[in-house]
């Protein structure tokens, strides 16, 4: 058969193949890098809401217990944002023709609930309990940041299987007394009065490390 491409053009295939296997590749590593990118993880990004409640004034100048609105917490499975009516109570008097709180009274007249955006939103194949966490000795702030610092709510953590496993791995350097979970203020010891008061708080919680890496707790 008469040749019908020159020499030269199997090269050019050739690296055309190449360049295109390139491409792909790079794009699969590029989106990989992305995802674990704190910027689509919204880390450290605050997250707008639907009313501009900050805990920063609820919180530290008001002086409110978290509990007041998140008590669940430290009970199930889920932690809560409060119903509209926890906020009624105050604001039926404080600040009630505030332009700024008139999504809440729209919720409070239909009957629906504010539209509040998730700052934290693990994959629904994940599965989490915030009772465990909070009743083990693992405070607030070691996930969430200083909240009570935040007029707007962000991350503080990327929230990835990595995360969850650093601690998992070694529950150590994050456990503090069981009465310390919801003290913003509180601080961590030196590392070395860490490393034995966190293996004395394992003991006494009686938490079993053995079983934390399996991937049958998070992934059920
Ligand atoms: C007056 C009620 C109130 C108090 C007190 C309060 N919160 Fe909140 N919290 C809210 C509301 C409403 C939201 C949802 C809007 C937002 O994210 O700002 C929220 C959101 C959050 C979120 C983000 C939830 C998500 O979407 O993933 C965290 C974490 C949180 N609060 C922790 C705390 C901590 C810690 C304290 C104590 C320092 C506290 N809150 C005190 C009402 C409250
Ligand atoms: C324990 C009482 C209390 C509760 C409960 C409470 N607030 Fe407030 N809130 C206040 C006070 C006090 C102020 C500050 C008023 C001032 O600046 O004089 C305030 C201020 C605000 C402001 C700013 C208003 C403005 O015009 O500056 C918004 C918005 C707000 N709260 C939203 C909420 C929401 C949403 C909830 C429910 C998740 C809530 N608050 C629950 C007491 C409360
Ligand atoms: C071990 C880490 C950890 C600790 C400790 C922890 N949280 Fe969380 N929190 C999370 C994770 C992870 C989520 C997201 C859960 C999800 O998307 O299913 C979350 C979500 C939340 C939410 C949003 C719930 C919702 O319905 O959207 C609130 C509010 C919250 N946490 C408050 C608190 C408070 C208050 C404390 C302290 C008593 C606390 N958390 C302690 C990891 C933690
Ligand atoms: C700061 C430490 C810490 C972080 C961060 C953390 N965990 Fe845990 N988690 C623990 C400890 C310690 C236990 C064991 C508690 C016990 O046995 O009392 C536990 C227990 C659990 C359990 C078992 C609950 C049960 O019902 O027995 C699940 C599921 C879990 N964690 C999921 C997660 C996921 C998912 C993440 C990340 C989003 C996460 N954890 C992040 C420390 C942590
Ligand atoms: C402490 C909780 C925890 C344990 C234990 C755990 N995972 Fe995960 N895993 C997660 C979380 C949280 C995510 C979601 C991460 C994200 O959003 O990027 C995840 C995501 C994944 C994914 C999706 C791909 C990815 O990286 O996002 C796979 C696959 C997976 N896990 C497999 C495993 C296997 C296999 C094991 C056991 C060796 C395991 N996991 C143990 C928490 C856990």
Request: a negative charge; hydrophobic letters at 40%; one cysteine or more.
């Given at each position: 058969?008469?040749?019908?491409?020159?020499?030269?053009?199997?090269?050019?295939?050739?690296?055309?193949?190449?360049?295109?296997?390139?491409?792909?590749?790079?794009?699969?590593?590029?989106?990989?890098?992305?995802?674990?990118?704190?910027?689509?993880?919204?880390?450290?990004?605050?997250?707008?809401?639907?009313?501009?409640?900050?805990?920063?004034?609820?919180?530290?100048?008001?002086?409110?217990?978290?509990?007041?609105?998140?008590?669940?917490?430290?009970?199930?499975?889920?932690?809560?944002?409060?119903?509209?009516?926890?906020?009624?109570?105050?604001?039926?008097?404080?600040?009630?023709?505030?332009?700024?709180?008139?999504?809440?009274?729209?919720?409070?007249?239909?009957?629906?609930?504010?539209?509040?955006i998730?700052?934290?939103?693990?994959?629904?194949?994940?599965y989490?309990?915030?009772?465990?966490?909070?009743?083990?000795?693992?405070?607030?702030?070691?996930?969430?940041?200083?909240?009570?610092?935040?007029?707007?709510?962000?991350?503080?953590?990327?929230?990835?299987?990595?995360?969850?496993?650093?601690?998992?791995?070694?529950?150590?350097?994050?456990?503090?007394?069981?009465?310390?979970?919801?003290?913003?203020?509180?601080?961590?010891?030196?590392?070395?009065?860490?490393?034995?008061?966190?293996?004395?708080?394992?003991?006494?919680?009686?938490?079993d490390?053995?079983?934390?890496?399996?991937?049958?707790?998070?992934?059920?």
């Open positions: 058969m008469k040749q019908f491409f020159r020499p030269y053009a199997n090269l050019i295939a050739l690296i055309s193949v190449f360049v295109v296997l390139y491409a792909v590749a790079g794009f699969l590593w590029g989106g990989l890098v992305l995802d674990r990118a704190n910027w689509t993880r919204r880390v450290n990004l605050p997250v707008e809401q639907p009313i501009a409640f900050s805990h920063q004034l609820h919180a530290n100048s008001l002086g409110m217990d978290c509990q007041y609105c998140h008590a669940s917490a430290g009970i199930v499975a889920y932690s809560n944002i409060p119903p509209s009516d926890t906020c009624v109570t105050c604001h039926h008097e404080v600040k009630r023709n505030s332009a700024l709180l008139e999504p809440l009274w729209e919720s409070v007249n239909n009957d629906t609930p504010i539209p509040w998730k700052v934290h939103d693990l994959a629904d194949f994940v989490f309990n915030h009772a465990v966490h909070v009743n083990g000795g693992f405070g607030c702030t070691t996930c969430h940041g200083q909240v009570n610092e935040m007029p707007v709510v962000w991350k503080v953590h990327d929230m990835t299987m990595a995360w969850c496993l650093d601690c998992h791995r070694n529950p150590e350097q994050y456990i503090r007394p069981a009465d310390q979970v919801w003290n913003m203020e509180y601080e961590y010891p030196s590392n070395a009065e860490q490393a034995a008061l966190g293996a004395q708080l394992i003991r006494e919680q009686g938490i490390k053995e079983v934390l890496t399996n991937c049958a707790i998070c992934h059920r």
